[in-house]
């Protein structure tokens, strides 16, 4: 069996193709990115020559090449996560976020129905997030009946290529599953998600930007959940189902960037809470959801999943990455994210 991980060289691809070259003994892996801003090979340096594992670099929205990757991969499963996937370059440039998340991953379920008529044993898992079911007041949480809603160019075209996905299970009888997951951390992130941003900057030892007051909560996942449950739903998800994924571990923006700073201090041997100081309020971004949580009561009933690790220990274990990794973090941050971080950050 060959599956298609299209995103692979970013933040949850690099880490997913990983982690199913050790789970899958047996099937082939072809990791599909365009190598964006966001996407680096270093990120798969260590698989990059592993004997069942192929690299092609292509754009999710051209047609010949995604058509030429079935063709010459013979591909039976796909984990969709390419995308662009930062809301506040949303907020600035929306018809990137059209163009790559809904035309591409139109593109790319046109050209596995295709490629799959009349074929048994194929997959379509389509990786996507909370953010579509917009914004939580101080109460409740997502579940896989919760009503759609984006708030940002992002969560809209997330939620549009979700659409997509189901139309095409049930228009064209596409074998597909969904996933929604919350936040994501751990090795890997790109810095410019809020995590590695406090990381990098903490670092520097430049101001750390919270927006608004901080208190925006966010649910937290290890990335090595994540993979373990996206491959968990690709094996055992039933066809045309959803499910939701998360940490169970929900912090308030301002707590979490505490824990983070503090973690930095203790794996740099200084005095906790030194970097404490270097935290800024600035203008708050847009738009901004005020909270997201998961109730993951349907993947833990019927797949037997749930998150196992937690909060302290991950953001422990992704600190120590970070200062083990410092010329990855120099190396994957070019012009294009700088021009944009300056823009960002100089305007709050
Ligand atoms: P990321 O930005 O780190 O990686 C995205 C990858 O997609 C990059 O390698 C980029 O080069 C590639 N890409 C962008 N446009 C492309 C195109 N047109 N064609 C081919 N490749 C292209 O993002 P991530 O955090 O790893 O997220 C991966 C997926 O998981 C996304 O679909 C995202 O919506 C979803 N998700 C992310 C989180 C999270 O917290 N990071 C949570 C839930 C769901
Ligand atoms: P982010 O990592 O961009 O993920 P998302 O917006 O998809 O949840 O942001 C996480 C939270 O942190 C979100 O509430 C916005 C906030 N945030 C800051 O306060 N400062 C920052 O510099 C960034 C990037 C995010």
Request: one cysteine or more.
């Amino acid at each position: 069996m060959a599956i298609l991980v299209t995103g692979a060289a970013g933040f949850i691809g690099s880490n997913l193709v990983r982690h199913l070259l050790e789970r899958w003994p047996d099937r082939r892996i072809v990791g599909y990115d365009l190598l964006t801003y966001a996407g680096h090979l270093s990120n798969l340096a260590d698989v990059m020559d592993h004997p069942r594992h192929t690299f092609v670099r292509g754009d999710v929205a051209d047609r010949e090449s995604v058509a030429k990757v079935f063709a010459e991969h013979d591909i039976d499963g796909v984990m969709h996560l390419a995308a662009e996937s930062h809301v506040d370059r949303s907020i600035v440039d929306p018809m990137a976020f059209v163009r790559t998340n809904v035309v591409g991953t139109t593109v790319l379920l046109q050209e596995a129905a295709r490629a799959w008529e009349g074929r048994e044993g194929v997959r379509f898992h389509h990786v996507s997030t909370d953010e579509v079911f917009g914004a939580l007041g101080a109460e409740g949480r997502f579940d896989e009946h919760t009503a759609y809603g984006p708030n940002s160019p992002y969560s809209a075209s997330k939620a549009a290529s979700d659409h997509f996905v189901r139309a095409w299970h049930e228009t064209y009888g596409l074998p597909v599953v969904v996933t929604n997951c919350t936040n994501n951390y751990g090795p890997y992130q790109f810095p410019e998600k809020l995590i590695p941003v406090v990381v990098t900057r903490a670092l520097a030892g430049e101001r750390v930007p919270v927006y608004g007051r901080g208190e925006n909560v966010r649910d937290w996942l290890y990335v090595g959940d994540h993979c373990d449950a996206l491959a968990l739903v690709f094996e055992e998800g039933a066809t045309g189902e959803t499910y939701c994924i998360g940490g169970d571990a929900e912090a308030t923006n301002l707590d979490l960037v505490g824990m983070v700073l503090d973690a930095v201090d203790g794996a740099r041997g200084a005095a906790v809470g030194t970097s404490r100081e270097l935290i800024e309020f600035v203008t708050d971004r847009p738009g901004h959801d005020f909270r997201y949580a998961m109730d993951i009561a349907k993947i833990r009933a019927e797949l037997g999943w749930e998150p196992s690790v937690g909060l302290a220990e991950g953001l422990a274990r992704t600190v120590d990455w970070y200062l083990s990794h410092r010329e990855w973090m120099e190396e994957v941050q070019g012009d294009q994210h700088r021009e944009f971080t300056d823009s960002w950050y100089g305007k709050r």
